[in-house]
Nanobody, 123 residues
């Protein structure tokens, strides 16, 4: 039932911008923190940004590598989370994934992922 569908990736030159979107369905979107992760070839998946749910005021957090360049936001009326990426660098090249964790017990939860969207920064 839970679905996350990313879009907006593509090829961009260094210094350029892209806006990623993640359309969510199958859960009470506004309640949960939403995150963007990325994974470059040969590297581990890393957390890029998180926006918390409505209960904690939509507080955002960012990886140090993207602070000041990326902005995560959400539109709860549209069940959509965005990642605005500015001043893109070669090292931003990766597959970007939308993510939500929904608790299923006191210690456990279920992680849901989108299919990913490719971002390639190249001159």
């Amino acid at each position: 039932q839970v679905r996350l569908v990313e879009s907006g990736g593509g090829l961009v030159q260094p210094g350029g911008s892209l806006r990623l979107s993640c359309a969510a369905s199958g859960f009470t979107f506004s309640t949960y923190a939403m995150s963007w992760y990325r994974q470059a070839p040969g590297k581990e998946r890393e957390l890029v940004a998180t926006v918390r749910g409505i209960g904690v005021g939509g507080i955002t957090n960012y990886a140090d590598s993207v602070k000041g360049r990326f902005t995560i936001s959400r539109d709860n009326a549209k069940n959509t989370v965005y990642l605005q990426m500015n001043s893109l660098k070669f090292e931003d090249t990766a597959v970007y994934y939308c993510h939500v964790n929904i608790p299923s017990g006191y210690y456990t939860g279920n992680a849901y992922w989108g299919q990913g969207t490719q971002v390639t920064v190249s001159s």
